[in-house]
């Protein structure tokens, strides 16, 4: 994003005044409003100000309206972490004189994100330009002004980078019992370590946070594109203060230590609402955590982003555009099944259909999408979840999962009483999940006429763009890639450089196969085929297997041979 656009952005006047806005939408009233206006002739404070000050209005409701009023986004900075490397960007003088404060710093995009009252500041937003210089861009959130006030005299006074942090845990006191209380204080380094180390993962574009105590160090790892790298190690004496934070961030009890507990964290970072579903287990050195970090901008990906071929793309599309019966989408746990089930709801919801989904848990919330999660409390299983959506009048239906016989039978009935159903199974290819659902106790009559289709798919890691090397595949390559020795082509290996974090690859892409059900395949099914007659058939539908879309990858240099040869079977094309 260009500095130009985004003045563009700052310039634009809202429709209604801030106040006349508050009006229509019924928080507070004309009598009100004359009041912070008289209030106002006499002590020229922002109307927003003042209407905080005299308590008719509170400051969450404030920044949100004035969000909406101004067409910006709005940031909550109570749950918020700014980034250590924009702090550094603004001196404090000018944060507090133009109050404003630095969230997060894009180093790829090179734009700078701040959090203010007044957008429209011109001169404010000026002044930190020339502080950065022309190269770098500016992007603004609207924020509270008591909010952005405590945040500067918050976050500017203590250290927030992890070895800053660790520093100065090494050369003070720590009490480990005051973090067991919530406060505004953040002059606690293990508060600020955690909070720091979530930040990190975040920039970093993690997965998952392992944090696995050993018997003298502690053990930070992250999973980033798949795959887990060890990042920090600390010392085993930080471990119990940061087990007690990671309680109360989570909402779990401080005082179980023993049993496995589930929590979930919400904090706002590099600028946005991100979510982390934490998972605690008892070892023989302490409690295990591991955190899933559920971003939504990454969690929601239109169905045309996914980089699929075109005829992979089109087959989808067919087959959602039936209206009854289940699409099933197989793969292992980290494959990308969730992001790519949510993609095919995003295409589909609209108004006029009512989509219901039943999740264990629900991980990316979606506007118009009705959203369940399991509850044993409740007694809410997959199997009753689906008897209780279908009294709904859905017209699509999602299952996280087909587990058992009987989620399965609900499934299917589902999807022969007139409703399309999106569903997951754990099996290794498309062709696999037919033998898995007789496994489970689905009959093969049931399956025929049922099943709209199957899709498979694994995730590989994508080249950097910055530093990938080409070179000409040997003879063995060759032959696994079925080209022969004299075609002309060339393949890409990983590299190393700043930008990927000196690892080669930078981001993942999916492999996908789709098996569309026709009426031959149908048929087959019914006679309980086997899954060589099953494979013939497809294959003289046009079907492809997953090496087949992985080597288009490789060929058209976005991964390299060697990570798709460690995520997809590739022996089968060796003669």
Same mark, same amino acid.
């Given at each position: 994003m260009s500095t130009t656009t985004i003045r563009k952005l700052q310039t634009t006047e809202p429709s209604l005044p801030l106040g006349?806005?508050?009006?229509?939408?019924?928080?507070?009233?004309?009598?009100?409003?004359?009041? &912070? /206006? %008289?209030?106002?002739?006499? $002590?020229?404070?922002?109307?927003? +100000?003042? @209407?905080?000050?005299?308590?008719?209005?509170? #400051?969450?409701?404030?920044?949100?309206?004035?969000?909406?009023?101004?067409?910006?986004?709005?940031?909550?900075?109570?749950?918020?972490?700014?980034?250590?490397? &924009? /702090? %550094?960007?603004?001196?404090? $003088?000018?944060?507090?004189?133009? +109050?404003? @404060?630095?969230?997060?710093?894009?180093?790829? #995009?090179?734009?700078?994100?701040?959090?203010?009252?007044?957008?429209?500041?011109?001169?404010?937003?000026?002044?930190v330009a020339a502080t950065l210089g022309s190269d770098i861009g500016i992007l603004t959130l609207v924020a509270g002004d008591a909010e952005i006030e405590a945040a500067i005299e918050q976050f500017y006074q203590y250290e927030l980078s992890i070895q800053g942090i660790l520093s100065e845990i090494d050369t003070g006191e720590i009490d480990d019992l005051n973090i067991a209380v919530?406060?505004?204080?953040?002059?606690?380094?293990?508060?600020?370590?955690?909070?720091?180390?979530?930040?990190?993962?975040?920039?970093r574009d993690a997965s998952d946070i392992h944090l696995e105590p050993e018997s003298g160090f502690l053990r930070v790892r992250y999973r980033i594109d798949g795959v887990l790298r060890q990042v920090m190690a600390l010392h085993r004496s930080y471990w119990p203060g940061m087990v007690v934070r990671l309680k109360v961030m989570a909402k779990m009890n401080i005082a179980e230590t023993r049993a496995s507990q589930d929590g979930r964290i919400g904090l706002t970072l590099a600028g946005r609402r991100i979510d982390f579903r934490v998972a605690s287990q008892a070892t023989t050195h302490g409690e295990n955590f591991v955190l899933r970090v559920l971003d939504r901008r990454k969690g929601i990906v239109p169905l045309e982003k996914l980089n699929l071929i075109r005829d992979t793309l089109t087959s989808l599309q067919v087959m959602m555009a039936r209206p009854e019966g289940i699409i099933l989408v197989t793969g292992p746990t980290g494959s990308g099944k969730t992001t790519t089930l949510y993609s095919m709801l995003n295409f589909r919801n609209d108004e006029s259909v009512n989509i219901m989904t039943l999740e264990d848990p629900v991980e990316y919330p979606m506007a118009m999408i009705r959203q369940t999660s399991l509850n044993e409390a409740a007694k809410l299983d997959f199997a009753n979840g689906?008897?209780?959506?279908?009294?709904?009048?859905?017209?699509?239906i999602l299952v996280g999962e087909v587990r058992d016989e009987e989620t399965a039978e609900m499934a299917f009935r589902a999807a022969m009483t007139g409703h399309q159903v999106f569903t997951?199974?754990?099996?290794?290819?498309?062709?696999?999940?037919?033998?898995?659902?007789?496994?489970?106790?689905?009959?093969?009559?049931?399956?025929?006429?049922?099943?709209?289709?199957?899709?498979?798919?694994?995730?590989?890691?994508?080249?950097?763009?910055?530093?990938?090397?080409a070179y000409a595949p040997d003879e063995a390559e060759r032959s696994l890639l079925g080209i022969s020795g004299t075609e002309p082509v060339l393949l890409y290996r990983e590299g190393s450089c700043e930008s990927c974090n000196f690892l080669g690859y930078k981001g993942r892409l999916a492999v996908v196969e789709v098996l569309k059900i026709n009426q031959e395949i149908d048929e087959m099914i019914a006679r309980s085929a086997t899954r060589m007659e099953l494979r013939q058939a497809a294959l003289e539908s046009g079907f492809k297997d997953l090496a087949e879309d992985a080597i288009r990858h490789a060929l058209a240099g976005m991964t390299s041979l060697s990570e798709i040869s460690r995520v997809v079977d590739l022996t089968a094309r060796v003669a």
């Open positions: 006349k806005r508050l009006m229509e939408a019924g928080l507070i009233s004309e009598d009100q409003l004359q009041v &912070a /206006l %008289k209030e106002q002739s006499r $002590n020229d404070e922002p109307l927003g +100000r003042i @209407l905080v000050r005299l308590g008719l209005l509170s #400051e969450g409701v404030l920044r949100d309206t004035l969000g909406e009023s101004l067409g910006h986004d709005a940031i909550d900075l109570s749950t918020a972490i700014p980034d250590p490397d &924009a /702090l %550094k960007m603004v001196p404090k $003088n000018i944060a507090r004189r133009y +109050r404003m @404060l630095p969230i997060n710093f894009d180093k790829n #995009e090179k734009v700078l994100t701040l959090a203010m009252a007044d957008t429209f500041n011109v001169v404010a937003v000026d002044q919530e406060t505004e204080e953040y002059s606690h380094p293990l508060i600020r370590l955690v909070d720091a180390i979530l930040a990190d993962a975040v920039k689906i008897r209780s959506m279908m009294r709904q009048d859905p017209d699509i997951t199974l754990h099996t290794n290819s498309a062709l696999g999940a037919v033998p898995r659902l007789i496994d489970i106790g689905v009959k093969p009559q049931i399956m025929a006429g049922n099943i709209i289709g199957i899709v498979a798919q694994r995730l590989v890691r994508r080249l950097c763009g910055h530093c990938k090397q």
